[in-house]
């Protein structure tokens, strides 16, 4: 069981996409549209917070979501953060844990019920199951505590690639996920 609680913040806003539904799923036709909802179904969905299960429970953000690995950098003379943010899906899934599951060196260290496993966010052989963007460069005005403004952020050569999109008209920026930082520099 989670913990029936949260906190959550009042400001600013939350600077990249949290908990996730069937309207976030994949859309640039919508034949892949239904095809990702039809992936998403087999999956627990829900806001943030939305507790693994056994048939597995899809997050956002992910274990790479949001901005925790990069950082951000902050002007001191505007009072601006800048993040450079990832959309990061993860979908857990919890079983029983057995002894098998610890390399022999290792047995009697887990004193736990339940293991977690991961499984891939994908559809159709490699394609994320939301929409784009999958990253922003976000700046938040923190002397007002408001996002100022965010913009799509990277691209993904890879995913332009692939065979299920050939012929379908794709954003200019689709966003970089990965831990890319940001810098403030006094050019701006």
Do not use: C
Not at 30 to 37: C, F, N
């Amino acid at each position: 069981t989670s913990w029936p609680t949260q906190p959550f913040p009042t400001r600013p806003p939350a600077f990249e996409a949290q908990g996730i539904t069937l309207d976030d799923a994949f859309d640039l036709t919508p034949e892949l549209k239904t095809a990702a909802q039809a992936e998403m179904k087999k999956y627990r969905m829900g806001p943030l917070y939305t507790p693994p299960s056994a048939e597995g429970t899809i997050v956002r953000p992910g274990v790479w979501g949001g901005a925790n690995w990069s950082g951000g950098a902050f002007d001191p003379e505007t009072g601006m953060l800048y993040l450079k943010t990832a959309q990061s899906l993860a979908i857990f899934a919890i079983r029983k844990f057995t002894p098998e599951d610890l390399p022999a060196e290792r047995k009697g260290e887990v004193d736990a019920e339940y293991v977690q496993r991961s499984l891939p966010p994908v559809f159709m052989n490699g394609l994320p199951l939301t929409k784009p963007p999958y990253a922003h460069l976000v700046a938040i005005d923190l002397n007002k505590g408001d996002i100022a403004w965010r913009a799509p952020f990277g691209d993904m050569p890879e995913l332009r690639q692939h065979p299920a999109l050939k012929g379908v008209t794709l954003p200019d920026r689709l966003g970089a996920p990965g831990p890319a930082g940001a810098i403030v520099t006094r050019g701006g």
